[in-house]
């Protein structure tokens, strides 16, 4: 239900007092101009007073106002209750609009928009909705802007919802930004951070020129949906981020004769449509945010707000120690897989025990790696689990693990294709040639386009179908391809139109995601490959889990990946393995050995046969390396709820043979863990300041190479720091685990 947001009265409150009381439990956000705003305990308030209006969180305050020329003005954006001020008042704000007749940036009187009204609704998770809808003249497009907050979350969320009221087609509709706001110039540049996902890295730019941060393509991604805005006077941040998978894009761009910065974010490309009469839109959903701190206070208010507004509940005792499995080498696999199964769950203490490519009817038997050999069947190959994925997925059951599978939507095998009665008329297609992707040894591959109604029920019709049938627990979707090709379908047969193939494609992709999580909201969905991976959009719609990358070796390069990932995403959402490499098949020392094994633990952690080979396996492991996996996962099991928790980088990103630490604080301040890594540098000693811990508290110190305990006061370990002594191996490691001293451990 919409309430209305009523005209405040010229002098007084005209209720009686009981009236009053039910308009605040009702939450109809209504406000007397000649008092100050009245907060109710259990929402967000909304108030008014003559044409500006103002939301409130408790934690966020915007204001705009709304002129009777259209205009939508953008008048503050602060913290509360510091009040840094954000916003460059006066100036137009909204989203940006590009078509044949419109070009909007914000909502401007010149705009030729007038305003329909606006109304509040209340939303899940303490949320509150405020509802701005405007309406163009010429063309009758209603745009309908709306923001969302929770009580007491420095976040706002914005989308915008576009609908043809008219008798005419709007042609060539381009951009759609429903994030349009205009930042003063400040006497220092902004800093501007981002995360890139192609090759894990932080990025970091003074402001001087114009900005673009850019998502990537299908297969082919850049960064990462999240900015972060600094204003280094003050230690202020903005932070952005947009929940959307590919083609869009971060503008920063001055405005004004230099004396503001308009900050943008939206589609940029494969998203150009006409919209029909009586037709509607929505765009990706963006939110914005205020932090006070450093780049870490920044990251961890953004993963705040995701666990507590976007990402499904992460279930207790996540996240969950893996192993990922699969073979291409022969037929019979069934009892090998079932054999590593038991020592999964006996000897390593694994909890989501899962089937990754090569399950299917037809896959590949020739030990080639040929994973796509056999892809669009959803049938077992009987050849390779005699009594089927069902007696494997009990099995597994039945040792006390959590059983997941691989699938991989969008790529066909054409060799399959008329077998599982999957037409060309499904197939994506770029200047009227399908796209085929060719591999040396392999079949050709073709990709279904998720942006036609047939091929999204067929998708969805057959995971569920396994979801039930196999009783799963885990589902890893990978939108792998060839790197780097941009598959973007400009068919008109498909039910989208030539220029927003990618866009209606995404929109496929999440409403089957959306289809999984409804019916099974404790299946937990992994995003994988290129494009999809860090994908805030996957989140919204049920992915739970991130799998970094295939890039997992050697133990620095993964922990460069986790450290930079961090940013973007909780790293109990980030997965990493650890995998049969050089560094785990040749002779290390023991100290080297728990490095490797700890350099997978600060996130989501597991084992993984990546090639297809089950040679792989870990109970093939030389007996020292398996022997310090299982101590590593013993040790996991004890800290790994912190890992959704506040996250601090100790050093600095990406520096090659220097010293590298990371820590994880609860929000309570009652418990941390830190991990160190000498990472090959010369000097053997350290001292470390750690964060996120109450001053006046003591802590009891584990130092989990020894064992030994120590007591040290919040405020000394804070100031002073904690020293770290690693002098036996140039990569070895250490984890200092911390809690209150009346804690039990």
Same mark, same amino acid.
């Given at each position: 239900?919409?309430?209305?947001?009523?005209?405040?009265?010229?002098?007084?409150?005209?209720?009686?007092?009981?009236?009053?009381?039910?308009?605040?439990?009702?939450?109809?956000? +209504?406000?007397?101009?000649?008092?100050?705003?009245?907060?109710?305990?259990?929402?967000?308030?909304?108030?008014?007073?003559?044409?500006?209006?103002?939301?409130?969180?408790?934690?966020?305050?915007?204001?705009?106002?709304?002129?009777?020329?259209?205009?939508?003005?953008?008048?503050?954006?602060?913290?509360?209750?510091?009040?840094?001020?954000?916003?460059?008042?006066?100036?137009?704000?909204?989203?940006?609009?590009?078509?044949?007749?419109?070009?909007?940036?914000?909502?401007?009187?010149?705009?030729?928009?007038?305003?329909?009204?606006?109304?509040?609704?209340?939303?899940?998770?303490?949320?509150?909705?405020?509802?701005?809808?405007?309406?163009?003249?010429?063309?009758?497009?209603?745009?309908?802007?709306?923001?969302?907050?929770?009580?007491?979350?420095?976040?706002?969320?914005?989308?915008?919802?576009?609908?043809?009221?008219?008798?005419?087609? =709007?042609?060539?509709?381009?951009?759609?930004?429903?994030?349009?706001?205009?930042?003063?110039?400040?006497?220092?540049?902004?800093?501007?951070? +981002?995360?890139?996902?192609?090759?894990?890295?932080?990025?970091?730019?003074?402001?001087?020129?114009?900005?673009?941060?850019?998502?990537?393509?299908?297969?082919?991604?850049?960064?990462?949906? +999240?900015?972060?805005?600094?204003?280094?006077?003050?230690?202020?941040?903005?932070?952005?981020?947009?929940?959307?998978?590919?083609?869009?894009?971060?503008?920063?761009?001055?405005?004004?004769?230099?004396?503001?910065?308009?900050?943008?974010?939206?589609?940029?490309?494969?998203?150009?449509?006409?919209?029909?009469?009586?037709?509607?839109?929505?765009?990706?959903?963006?939110?914005?945010?205020?932090?006070?701190?450093?780049?870490?206070?920044?990251?961890?208010?953004?993963?705040?707000?995701?666990?507590?507004?976007?990402?499904?509940?992460?279930?207790?005792?996540?996240?969950?120690?893996?192993?990922?499995?699969?073979?291409?080498?022969?037929?019979?696999?069934?009892?090998?897989?079932?054999?590593?199964?038991?020592?999964?769950?006996?000897?390593?203490?694994?909890?989501?025990?899962?089937?990754?490519?090569?399950?299917?009817?037809?896959?590949?038997?020739?030990?080639?790696?040929?994973?796509?050999?056999?892809?669009?069947?959803?049938?077992?190959?009987?050849?390779?689990?005699?009594?089927?994925?069902?007696?494997?997925?009990?099995?597994?059951?039945?040792?006390?693990?959590?059983?997941?599978?691989?699938?991989?939507?969008?790529?066909?095998?054409?060799?399959?294709?008329?077998?599982?009665?999957?037409?060309?008329?499904?197939?994506?297609?770029?200047?009227?040639?399908?796209?085929?992707?060719?591999?040396?040894?392999?079949?050709?591959?073709?990709? =279904?386009?998720?942006?036609?109604?047939?091929?999204?029920?067929?998708?969805?019709?057959?995971?569920?179908?396994?979801?039930?049938?196999?009783?799963?627990?885990?589902?890893?979707?990978?939108?792998?391809?060839?790197?780097?090709?941009?598959?973007?379908?400009?068919?008109?047969?498909?039910?989208?139109?030539?220029?927003?193939?990618?866009?209606?494609?995404?929109?496929?992709?999440?409403?089957?995601?959306?289809?999984?999580?409804?019916?099974?909201?404790?299946?937990?969905?992994?995003?994988?490959?290129?494009?999809?991976?860090?994908?805030?959009?996957?989140?919204?719609?049920?992915?739970?889990?991130?799998?970094?990358?295939?890039?997992?070796?050697?133990?620095?390069?993964?922990?460069?990946?986790?450290?930079?990932?961090?940013?973007?995403?909780?790293?109990?959402?980030?997965?990493?393995?650890?995998?049969?490499?050089?560094?785990?098949?040749?002779?290390?020392?023991?100290?080297?050995?728990?490095?490797?094994?700890?350099?997978?633990?600060?996130?989501?952690?597991?084992?993984?046969?990546?090639?297809?080979?089950?040679?792989?396996?870990?109970?093939?492991?030389?007996?020292?390396?398996?022997?310090?996996?299982?101590?590593?996962?013993?040790?996991?099991?004890?800290?790994?709820?912190?890992?959704?928790?506040?996250?601090?980088?100790?050093?600095?990103?990406?520096?090659?043979?220097?010293?590298?630490?990371?820590?994880?604080?609860?929000?309570?301040?009652?418990?941390?863990?830190?991990?160190?890594?000498?990472?090959?540098?010369?000097?053997?000693?350290?001292?470390?300041?750690?964060?996120?811990?109450?001053?006046?508290?003591?802590?009891?110190?584990?130092?989990?190479?020894?064992?030994?305990?120590?007591?040290?006061?919040?405020?000394?370990?804070?100031?002073?720091?904690?020293?770290?002594?690693?002098?036996?191996?140039?990569?070895?490691?250490?984890? %200092?685990? %911390?809690?209150?001293?009346?804690?039990?451990?």
């Amino acid at each position: 239900m919409y309430f209305a947001i009523r005209p405040p009265a010229p002098t007084r409150c005209p209720f009686p007092n009981v009236t009053l009381l039910i308009a605040l439990v009702l939450g109809f956000g +209504w406000i007397c101009e000649s008092t100050p705003a009245l907060r109710a305990a259990d929402h967000v308030v909304i108030s008014e007073k003559g044409d500006r209006l103002t939301l409130d969180s408790g934690a966020i305050a915007l204001e705009l106002e709304l002129s009777s020329n259209g205009a939508v003005l953008l008048q503050s954006l602060r913290r509360v209750p510091a009040g840094h001020e954000w916003a460059m008042p006066g100036t137009a704000a909204g989203v940006n609009l590009r078509s044949d007749l419109l070009a909007l940036t914000g909502f401007s009187a010149a705009g030729g928009f007038q305003q329909v009204g606006h109304t509040q609704r209340r939303v899940p998770r303490e949320g509150t909705e405020l509802s701005i809808v405007l309406e163009h003249r010429a063309t009758r497009l209603r745009a309908t802007l709306l923001l969302t907050t929770h009580l007491n979350s420095p976040v706002i969320d914005l989308s915008l919802r576009l609908h043809n009221f008219g008798e005419m087609p =709007l042609r060539s509709l381009a951009r759609f930004d429903p994030l349009s706001i205009a930042l003063p110039m400040r006497t220092r540049p902004y800093n501007a951070y +981002w995360v890139t996902r192609n090759s894990y890295a932080l990025h970091e730019v003074e402001v001087r020129d114009k900005l673009t941060v850019d998502g990537g393509n299908w297969n082919g991604p850049s960064a990462a949906g +999240w900015l972060a805005l600094q204003d280094p006077a003050s230690e202020e941040f903005l932070i952005a981020g947009i929940e959307w998978e590919r083609h869009w894009a971060f503008d920063l761009r001055p405005e004004d004769t230099g004396r503001a910065w308009r900050l943008s974010a939206g589609l940029r490309r494969a998203a150009t449509q006409d919209l029909a009469a009586g037709a509607s839109l929505e765009s990706p959903h963006v939110f914005l945010g205020l932090a006070h701190g450093d780049l870490d206070d920044a990251a961890n208010v953004t993963h705040d707000y995701l666990l507590a507004n976007v990402l499904p509940p992460l279930p207790a005792g996540f996240p969950f120690v893996c192993y990922d499995i699969w073979s291409t080498e022969q037929e019979n696999v069934e009892r090998r897989i079932l054999d590593e199964a038991h020592f999964a769950a006996e000897r390593l203490g694994v909890e989501v025990f899962y089937h990754d490519a090569a399950w299917y009817r037809d896959s590949d038997i020739t030990n080639k790696e040929r994973w796509g050999v056999g892809l669009g069947s959803y049938t077992e190959d009987r050849r390779k689990f005699p009594n089927g994925l069902r007696h494997l997925s009990d099995a597994v059951h039945g040792l006390g693990m959590k059983f997941g599978l691989w699938v991989c939507p969008e790529m066909v095998d054409v060799t399959v294709m008329e077998r599982e009665g999957i037409p060309n008329e499904w197939m994506t297609k770029a200047h009227d040639q399908f796209n085929i992707q060719k591999i040396g040894g392999w079949n050709p591959m073709q990709m =279904l386009c998720t942006g036609n109604s047939a091929v999204e029920q067929h998708l969805q019709k057959q995971l569920l179908r396994l979801t039930e049938e196999y009783k799963l627990d885990w589902l890893k979707w990978d939108a792998s391809g060839l790197p780097g090709l941009d598959i973007v379908c400009d068919r008109t047969d498909h039910g989208h139109q030539a220029g927003n193939g990618s866009q209606a494609a995404v929109n496929g992709k999440y409403r089957i995601l959306d289809a999984l999580h409804q019916k099974h909201p404790a299946l937990i969905l992994e995003q994988c490959s290129y494009g999809t991976r860090l994908d805030y959009g996957m989140g919204r719609h049920g992915a739970r889990a991130n799998w970094l990358s295939d890039s997992t070796a050697p133990s620095s390069h993964v922990r460069d990946n986790v450290m930079a990932a961090a940013y973007v995403l909780p790293s109990a959402c980030n997965v990493t393995w650890v995998m049969r490499d050089a560094e785990v098949s040749k002779p290390q020392t023991p100290a080297f050995l728990d490095t490797i094994i700890r350099s997978r633990m600060m996130g989501g952690f597991g084992f993984g046969t990546l090639h297809g080979s089950l040679t792989e396996c870990v109970s093939l492991y030389p007996p020292n390396v398996a022997a310090a996996a299982i101590r590593g996962v013993k040790d996991y099991k004890t800290f790994r709820h912190l890992l959704a928790q506040n996250a601090y980088h100790l050093t600095p990103w990406g520096k090659t043979n220097r010293w590298q630490g990371m820590q994880f604080a609860a929000r309570n301040h009652r418990e941390a863990v830190a991990f160190f890594f000498r990472n090959g540098a010369t000097e053997t000693e350290r001292t470390f300041k750690l964060r996120g811990l109450e001053a006046r508290t003591d802590y009891e110190i584990m130092r989990l190479n020894s064992r030994s305990k120590e007591f040290a006061r919040g405020d000394r370990l804070m100031q002073e720091g904690q020293a770290v002594t690693l002098a036996g191996d140039p990569e070895e490691s250490e984890i %200092l685990w %911390l809690k209150a001293k009346d804690s039990p451990r």
